[in-house]
């Protein structure tokens, strides 16, 4: 932060343009980063090892629904592909698209309740 | 007398190492499918999309561009999900600068700003003949930012033909003749859908996104108001390979090989840590002892 900071701070300096900066986002920033985030992949699946091994109906559905998803994911040709593309549109489609549809409305209508509470003057001793 | 810490230790270590062993193996198992050869790894793992119907949708969107458009890429990826999209991002710049289109980059996130500078450092390294992309920066506060560039995109300091060309057309979002809207996290093309079409309603929007927001903008796609989207693996393999294939093999889609054989990986996993239970009860009594 430090280095960036002195890179973009210095006199003659473009700002977030300035080459210097550039050179230490692409160079620096962005590949530790970038690395950072790659391990998630590696700490996810041991904790899905770890979550399977306690062996809670949670963990085992919610593993579940992400290995059917990967699967419908999985870009391969020929009539397997065109099988699991078919598969995958109508999961998007419809159960996906359902509940995240549900929970857009219902984030909708509480932000209108808690917007209306307010400007009506309705707190929680009136409840 | 207490019993001697070596074997306990011994064992501990041999208990992580086998612990770690599936991940060590997955390690080794991506390193290799980085270096394959995209021949061979188009032998060893066939990489295709049944669907190209989205891939189509892009490609019309380009088609319908005039000679020497000048195209807005909005680059708001976000550091966690870009690896998804990168290949297809490469694929599409790729594809409008051999379409001559004239390309100018923006970020309204600061995610968005360093995966940009990145991509436009490691297109100056590469050269290769094309015209060079108009850096027109950083506009920051996210849709605030968004907002502020409808009516002034090019920075004062901002210099170039293709900045000059923009300037000519009024220097706002109506000079370009596409937007097409790298999408993370952080600043999704929904704010493009909310927040500048109203105001700029003859705008082209296209949009690369993450798997994570397919819900999101299939509507907007189905809507028209996105005029394209590819916001899965096999979408955008289809189109990366539509453009491979279309300029010999040059902006080869082999980044997405590693994205695949970790795919794989993982539904081994998964399949194995559930089965490993069902394994165990099934197992009689003298064979548990004996394992």
Redesign the interface.
């Known amino acids: 932060m430090g280095l960036i900071l002195v890179a973009g701070l210095r006199p003659g300096s473009t700002g977030s343009s300035d080459p210097a900066v550039n050179w230490l986002v692409s160079a620096l920033l962005v590949p530790i980063a970038s690395s950072l985030f790659a391990l998630v992949f590696l700490f996810l699946l041991g904790a899905v090892r770890r979550g399977l091994s306690i062996g809670t109906r949670e963990a085992t559905v919610t593993v579940a629904a992400a290995g059917v998803m990967v699967v419908l994911l999985l870009p391969i040709g020929g009539a397997p592909g065109a099988g699991l593309a078919t598969a995958a549109a109508w999961v998007r489609d419809v159960p996906l698209a359902a509940v995240f549809r549900g929970l857009l409305i219902g984030i909708a209508i509480l932000v209108s309740v808690s917007a209306a509470r307010i400007l009506l003057g309705v707190g929680s001793a009136d409840d | 007398m207490s019993e001697s810490p070596r074997p306990a230790r011994r064992k501990v270590v041999t208990d992580a190492v086998r612990e770690a062993a599936?991940?060590l193996a997955?390690?080794v198992l991506l390193a290799l499918a980085t270096l394959l050869p995209p021949d061979l790894a188009g032998v060893a793992l066939?990489?295709?999309?049944?669907?190209r119907t989205r891939a189509n949708g892009m490609d019309a969107a380009f088609d319908r561009l005039p000679e020497r458009a000048l195209v807005l890429v909005a680059f708001d990826a976000d550091?966690?999900t870009?690896?998804e999209i990168r290949p297809v991002v490469r694929a599409a710049i790729a594809d409008l600068q051999g379409r001559g289109a004239r390309l100018a980059m923006v970020s309204f996130t600061a995610e968005g700003?360093?995966?940009a500078?990145?991509e436009?450092?490691?297109l100056q390294r590469l050269g290769g003949g094309v015209e060079e992309i108009a850096?027109l920066?950083?506009a920051g506060a996210a849709e605030a930012g968004l907002i502020g560039a409808i009516a002034r995109i090019v920075?004062s300091?901002a210099e170039g033909s293709i900045v000059e060309a923009i300037r000519s057309r009024g220097a706002d979002l109506d000079a370009f003749a596409l937007a097409i809207v790298v999408s993370g996290g952080d600043l999704s093309v929904r704010s493009w859908v909310e927040q500048v079409l109203p105001r700029v309603p003859d705008l082209p929007i296209a949009a690369i996104a993450p798997?994570f927001l397919?819900?999101?903008l299939?509507?907007y796609l189905r809507t028209g108001q996105l005029r394209a989207l590819l916001a899965?693996?096999?979408e955008g393999?289809a189109y990366a390979d539509g453009v491979a294939a279309a300029d010999g093999g040059r902006t080869a889609s082999v980044g997405?090989m590693p994205m695949?054989v970790?795919?794989?990986?993982?539904?081994g996993?998964?399949?194995q840590?559930?089965m490993?239970?069902l394994v165990r009860q099934s197992r009689p009594d003298r064979w548990r002892r004996i394992g």
């Open positions: 599936p991940v997955l390690l066939r990489l295709e999309s049944a669907d550091l966690g870009y690896a700003r360093a995966l500078v990145a436009l450092l490691r850096d920066g950083f920075p300091e798997t397919e819900p999101e299939a509507p899965t693996l096999p393999l997405a695949l970790g795919l794989l990986v993982a539904l996993l998964i399949v840590s559930l490993a239970p």
